[in-house]
């Protein structure tokens, strides 16, 4: 069966015709019940258009059949941290020039193919938080995914992210120079609610906040980090007030004690990163329902450097996040699996590389593969529709080859993706 996504020729270039059979059956070895960290054996997927119609024991006679071999078979995969528009910022250097010398529409066309990455690599769902000075271009190559314009997965999306002035890089040149910069700038409640209605009406699905931001970090004397919040407290709840007055939602990029803090004070949605979650604040995120999204990859990508630029509290931050991490999941915090890819190149590190750290750092097998499928549809609120196999959800699937639940490593051989009923990937031959 021919591949109707995407595909490259010999010279690099691209073709797009996208369009589901009617109806198709979807076989593997076994299905990976999500919900219950059971297989299934020999399951046939029914998928009529872009839905799920069924699983069944066989097919009925004259339906098409994609059979996936010896492959698991599993909902497609859900990254709740990505930045599609950034290609990686290892240095201080990388990330000046793509915002201030990059053109715009390379940015845009790096970034479908970095949704094409994505895509292929088994991830059907992107929460993209933030678009370090490209503007609103995440929710114009969202809504251009929707309309079949280019390949993609289905994405949320949060647009600039917000600080307060002087807090995130760019800082400034000259002072008579204007430049990009990568966030919106706002000081003050009022301000900051006038941000939020204006990044909503450009159609933004989220709003993202950097509570802090990595500058004058310390050791604690206990072995926490600690830096000074971007924000107050009034500014924060103005913030995540006037998200939630308008239905949407706040996720908080906080590294430190009291970025974490005022965060979970103010009452956001997610917390980013966490590099310093106390085990008594990580009870409290339980208790208020605060998701976590660790994104190790990218805090291994990029430790070593950090150290070199920024001193001996960056040297310890894998350490302590991996303690935070601990601390999170013996509280009971939902974690939404995540991996700050921009961060770090999308060429170079498959974002599956995430689910060997969480199992690494604590988090058994299944946990790991449902906080990519169900918990993090939950913190997207898109349960029922995506992250599972189930009658009337999208036909987002995936196979990889070997045990998932015996190595979370397998999740990094993908044969099979399928999203909304279109073959992305077809099983290797």
Not at 228 to 246: G, K, Q
Not at 280 to 287: D, K
Not at 369 to 392: D, F, N, P, R, Y
Request: hydrophobic share 40%; net charge negative.
């Amino acid at each position: 069966m021919t591949d109707p996504g995407l595909s490259p020729t010999a010279n690099n270039r691209w073709s797009w015709n996208a369009s589901p059979d009617n109806q198709v059956a979807v076989r593997a070895a076994r299905m990976l019940d999500v919900a219950s960290g059971r297989y299934i054996a020999n399951p046939f997927v029914m998928v009529d258009g872009d839905r799920i119609v069924g699983v069944e024991a066989s097919a009925p006679p004259g339906v098409t059949v994609i059979d996936c071999g010896e492959s698991t078979l599993l909902p497609g995969l859900i990254d709740a941290h990505t930045h599609v528009l950034l290609q990686g910022n290892l240095s201080r250097a990388d990330y000046q020039f793509q915002i201030l010398q990059e053109y715009p529409a390379h940015r845009v066309a790096r970034a479908v193919r970095s949704m094409w990455i994505a895509l292929r690599n088994g991830f059907t769902f992107l929460r993209d938080l933030e678009t370090e000075g490209a503007g609103y271009d995440d929710v114009a190559l969202r809504d251009a995914v929707n309309e079949g314009v280019v390949p993609g997965p289905r994405m949320q999306v949060a647009g600039p992210a917000l600080s307060t002035t002087g807090t995130y890089p760019l800082l400034h040149y000259r002072p008579d120079w204007k430049f990009p910069i990568g966030v919106q700038t706002v000081d003050g409640p009022d301000t900051a609610r006038k941000a939020v209605r204006e990044q909503l009406s450009y159609g933004t699905d989220w709003i993202k906040v950097y509570a802090n931001v990595g500058g004058g970090d310390r050791l604690t004397p206990d072995g926490y980090i600690d830096s000074a919040p971007n924000w107050t407290l009034d500014e924060l709840v103005a913030v995540v007030d006037e998200a939630h007055s308008r239905g949407s939602r706040v996720a908080s990029h906080a590294t430190s004690d009291s970025g974490v803090r005022v965060s979970v004070d103010a009452g956001v949605d997610s917390i980013e990163h966490g590099y310093s979650i106390r085990p008594e604040v990580a009870a409290e995120m339980a208790a208020r329902h605060i998701f976590f999204s660790p994104t190790f990859t990218a805090t291994m990508y990029v430790a070593e450097a950090r150290a070199k630029e920024r001193g001996e509290a960056w040297a310890a931050v894998p350490e302590i996040q991996a303690l935070s991490f601990r601390n999170c999941l013996e509280a009971g915090v939902e974690i939404a699996f995540g991996t700050d890819i921009g961060g770090f190149p999308w060429t170079e590190i498959p974002q599956a590389r995430e689910f060997d750290l969480m199992v690494q750092f604590g988090m058994s097998s299944i946990d790991a593969i449902q906080s990519a499928t169900t918990k993090a549809a939950e913190l997207l609120k898109v349960g029922g529709q995506v992250g599972v196999i189930q009658v009337g959800a999208y036909a987002d699937l995936t196979a990889v080859k070997g045990d998932p639940i015996a190595s979370v490593a397998a999740l990094k051989n993908v044969e099979f993706v399928m999203k909304g009923g279109v073959v992305m990937r077809q099983p290797n031959k």
